[in-house]
């Protein structure tokens, strides 16, 4: 029997996921997404080439992996077409190598208007690629999907339900209405592209599993960005967590052996939500150059603090984490300081995991171990080579998540030690 592991975000996205998928997938057979859209960036170098990936698993850099986009991905066609363009451009072969689940749901380009005006007017920190609204019309369950491209009939049916309701919104707006035809056309033209790559992922799992083959299932976001279990409403449309994982590419939790949960040595955040840690000083300023913490998809300057434990603690939790792995944790070299969090303050009581509902996390106070000077990560190739104050720093993090770190990556293109 082969099996699944997952790969997930612990913080709020941008934990260095594509890079650890991308290091895990030679590995695997199969390199699976699960939810979310183009909203995700995933970069990975190889050979200082850089290559950000929205929607096509970063399992397509290596040449005897297949990928495949589940049904709870939403798919921009579009971002899709290009995706593949750039990867042919750059010489990667990906012919019968990738497959979408004709179940995902398709992302129109009203979607992304409507997510522009939403966030013109209420604003959450929106990425303006339309996942919401396509999530929200699956939910209202007039949603197109990938599948319903190769059926006319029935595009016809869905797609006027679609409409009706995008133009009343549009119309609200006072922007110009759809007219079917031109987006029935805007979406046939994608039927020669993605008809040959249908696919029922789930049975494609399936397969590949009852032959002794290994899948991959690579998260995008993070656990704290998840639509039930986040910042609500500060989160994304999708589930970031291992249910997510299952639901999305769909089957039970039997096959599933690790769970990977990925987490920067510091945490991150873009956008607007709460933010116990975060640092508005030179250090995070500091910290947000070393680590380039600008948005794969926005360009968005990310906010930066320190690591929070009472918060890893809670997403390790929702997502059933077997196999922490640290990221990024060479940015924090050459700090005379670096602060963790242990636990929380929370009107007098000293709390060490917390659920994060906005209320609570906007009164609590971080209680802080102080570690330093941090030096020996760049060039170390284990980590008996770390000076003794990033070795703590380490074993505390372990001790206090209850578990050993399995793997720490120390650049962009290191191995993990
Ligand atoms: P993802 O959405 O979780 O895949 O994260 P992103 O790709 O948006 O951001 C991760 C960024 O961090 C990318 O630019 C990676 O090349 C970079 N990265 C990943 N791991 C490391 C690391 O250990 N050290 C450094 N310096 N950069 C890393």
Redesign the pocket.
């Known amino acids: 029997m082969g099996y699944v592991d997952v790969v997930l ?1 612990l913080q709020w ?9 991308h290091y895990l997938s030679r590995d695997y057979d199969l390199v699976v997404r699960f939810q979310g859209g183009a909203n ?6 190889i050979g200082g080439q ?1 290559y ?1 990936l929205h929607l096509i698993p ?1 399992g397509i850099l290596h040449d005897d992996v297949k990928v495949a986009i589940g049904a709870g991905v939403v798919v921009d066609p579009e971002v899709l077409k290009d995706e593949i363009n750039f990867l042919n451009e750059m010489g990667i072969d990906v012919n019968g190598r990738w497959f979408v689940d004709p179940r995902a749901t398709i992302v129109f380009p009203f979607h992304k208007k409507e997510d522009a005006l939403f966030e013109r007017k209420d604003g959450i920190g929106s990425t303006k690629r339309g996942i919401a609204p396509a999530y929200r019309d699956l939910y209202q369950r007039f949603g197109v999907r990938v599948g319903d491209i190769v059926n006319n009939k029935h595009l016809d049916r869905v797609l006027k339900k679609q409409l009706e309701f995008n133009n009343i919104i549009l119309k609200h707006f006072g922007e110009k209405e759809i007219v079917e035809d031109d987006i029935k056309e805007w979406l046939l033209g994608f039927r020669e592209f993605l008809a040959p790559v249908l696919r029922d992922v789930s049975l494609l799992v399936k397969d590949y599993i009852s032959t002794g083959k290994r899948v991959l299932l690579e998260g ?3 656990a704290l960005l998840d639509v039930f279990f986040g910042n609500y409403p500060y989160v994304t449309s999708s589930h970031t967590v291992t249910g997510g994982a299952l639901v999305g590419a769909g089957f039970g939790k039997e096959v599933v052996r690790r769970v990977y949960g ?1 987490f ?1 040595a510091y945490t991150t955040r873009v956008g607007k939500g709460p933010f116990p840690t975060e640092l508005n000083d030179d250090t995070g300023e500091k910290i947000a150059e ?3 913490e600008y ?3 926005t360009g968005r300057r990310r906010r930066v603090g320190w690591l929070d434990i009472p918060l890893l603690r809670y997403s390790m939790w929702l997502c059933g984490v077997t196999h922490p792995l640290m ?5 924090l070299e050459g700090l005379h300081m670096v602060k963790l969090a242990t636990s929380y303050r929370i009107n007098g009581g000293v709390y060490d995991v917390v659920t994060p509902t906005l209320y609570e996390l906007e009164k609590v106070e971080p209680l802080y171990e102080t570690f330093g000077p941090f030096e020996g990560i760049k060039n170390a190739r284990k980590r008996e080579e770390f000076a003794p104050e990033v070795k703590r720093y380490i074993s505390k993090i372990e001790e206090l998540i209850g578990m050993p770190v399995e793997g ?7 191995d993990l030690i």
Do not use: C, M, N, P
């Not at 990221?327 to 940015?331: G, I």
């Open positions: 975000g996205g941008d934990e260095g996921k594509g890079r650890i998928v995700a960036g995933h970069t990975v170098y850089k950000v970063t995008a976001q993070g990925v920067k070393l680590g380039e948005g794969a998809t990221t990024k944790l060479d940015v720490i990556s120390t650049g962009k293109e290191s």
